[in-house]
């Protein structure tokens, strides 16, 4: 089965600084990836998704942008982040005909 | 707009009680899936269901899915603290080869009192 690795597992920023986040998959090739965000003890939202190398999909738009340089990566990253991107980000990734989701850890973003 | 409306939002009950929780939406799903999420962590699938009607077991809990496949639900037979958690439903709208598909509900955020 697969696993996922997400780090770091907890992160505070300054309004302004750049951010980078960074997902690997092991245990199966070529899965869907997906970014997502959480508010606390809520739902989750979809940020990013993405099928392949170099595809992305924005599901709303915001100050963040993702990558998928290679397969089993995903990176989700922001030139300058502001005080309302603070949240749990979690990455996610599907393989084959599989139904469910496996998720990372998730890292804890707090921009102060 | 949410789709999918999970109720209730917050849930304490005692050890050894019983609980159901819902997932309502008016829109028709292809699948619905039970997630369990600790603090800190991210969430862990417990359960998918994919035809109408359908109820599976995993020891004492027991999910249902709708006739219609619109809602669903997890109930709790004699809760134990172990059970604490956030539960969230996800709705798939479409085939699974399909990338963009759940849809996740609000969540329920049930702890279980010793």
Do not use: M
Not at chain 1, 84 to 97: H, I, Q, R, V
Not at chain 2, 5 to 20: K, V
């Amino acid at each position: 089965s697969q696993t996922i690795h997400q780090w770091p597992a907890t992160l505070v920023q300054p309004v302004g600084s750049p951010l980078s986040l960074e997902c690997t998959v092991e245990g199966t090739s070529n899965p869907n990836l997906y970014w997502y965000r959480q508010a606390a003890g809520r739902g989750l939202q979809l940020l990013f998704y993405s099928v392949g190398i170099g595809q992305i999909s924005s599901e709303v738009p915001q100050n963040l942008s993702a990558s998928r340089p290679q397969d089993r990566q995903f990176i989700l990253s922001s030139k300058k982040l502001l005080l309302s991107d603070s949240g749990f980000y979690l990455c996610a990734c599907k393989t084959g005909s599989n139904y469910g989701y496996t998720f990372g850890s998730g890292t804890r973003l707090t921009v102060v | 707009t949410q789709l999918l409306e999970q109720s209730p939002q917050f849930l304490s009950i005692q050890e050894g009680e019983n609980l159901t929780v819902y997932c309502n939406s008016s829109s028709v799903f292809s699948s619905l899936q039970w997630y369990r999420q600790e603090p800190g962590e991210g969430p862990v699938l417990l359960v998918t269901v994919v035809t109408g009607g359908e109820v599976k077991k995993l020891k004492r809990l027991t999910f249902q899915f709708g006739d219609a496949r619109k809602d669903s639900s997890l109930h709790i037979t004699a809760a134990q603290p172990g059970d604490t958690g956030l539960y969230l439903c996800a709705g798939a709208k479409s085939s699974s080869g399909s990338a963009r598909q759940l849809t996740f509900g609000s969540g329920t955020q049930l702890t279980v009192l010793p």
